[in-house]
């Protein structure tokens, strides 16, 4: 069966640090993967996406990337972090194709001080 | 373009009493329509998946839902809720547009149970 692992689970940053969220898929090859950020009493936002090794596709601009260095490890980073990027991040894969729904990892909590 | 609508942000249910969850969407084409439920601090889980084969649905922990695509609706049901369904709940649309499998999300219901 296929599993998804992210980490860390919490992570406390200041101000202008950098950023290096990991996730992995075991189970599965060439999965499509993603990056969400979910705030405070708000819904998912869809940060990335990636449909292969190094194809990533960016949702929103913003202070954050992404990167796919293997088939099934999805990096989401930032070179120097803001306090507008505290929240939830869900990292996900799916099968390729249409309809196919996402499986998610537990998240990681980001608190930016 | 494809949405969803949840009629609700919160309910709030006894134990033992059945849970409705009302979902509507819009598609210009026959959706793929999901529920996923997300516990305090948690990923979220698919619950159930419709793809346009039975319009009643199955899904883990004693929940269903039915597509009616009259009512363009999706609503998420459960006849008796426990303690552990306490959670937020998510209705989901698939895009038609794109290949790879785009989600629109629903805005949540959040869902309380009382002994």
């Known amino acids: 069966s296929q599993t998804i692992h992210q980490w860390p689970a919490t992570l406390v940053q200041p101000v202008g640090s950098p950023l290096s969220l990991e996730c992995t898929v075991e189970?599965?090859?060439?999965?499509?993967l993603y990056w969400y950020r979910q705030a405070a009493g708000r819904g998912l936002q869809l940060l990335f996406y990636?449909?292969?090794?190094?194809?990533i596709s960016s949702e929103v601009p913003q202070n954050l990337s992404a990167s796919r260095p293997q088939d099934r490890q999805f990096i989401l980073s930032s070179k120097k972090l803001l306090l507008s990027d505290s929240g939830f991040y869900l990292c996900?894969?799916?099968?390729?194709?249409?309809?196919?729904?996402?499986?998610f990892g537990d998240g990681t909590r980001l608190s930016i001080l | 373009a494809q949405s969803v609508t949840q009629l609700d942000s919160h309910v709030s249910v006894s134990e033992g009493t059945p849970v409705l969850l009302r979902c509507n969407y819009s598609?210009?084409?026959?959706?793929?329509l999901f529920w996923y439920v997300q516990h305090p601090n948690k990923g979220l889980q698919l619950l159930l998946k419709?793809?346009?084969?039975?319009?009643l649905v199955k899904g883990i922990n004693g929940f269903e839902a039915e597509f009616k695509k009259s009512e363009t609706s999706f609503h998420l049901t459960k006849p008796s809720a426990h303690m552990s369904d306490a959670a937020e709940y998510f209705c989901?649309?698939?895009?038609?547009?794109?290949?790879?499998?785009?989600?629109?999300f629903g805005a949540g219901t959040q869902v309380v149970v009382t002994p």
């Open positions: 996900a894969w799916s099968l390729t194709g249409k309809h196919q729904p996402q499986h």
């Open positions: 189970g599965t090859s060439n999965p499509n």
């Open positions: 990636s449909v292969g090794i190094g194809q």
């Open positions: 598609s210009s084409y026959s959706p793929s």
């Open positions: 419709y793809t346009s084969a039975a319009t």
């Open positions: 989901v649309v698939s895009s038609l547009t794109d290949s790879w499998g785009k989600l629109q």
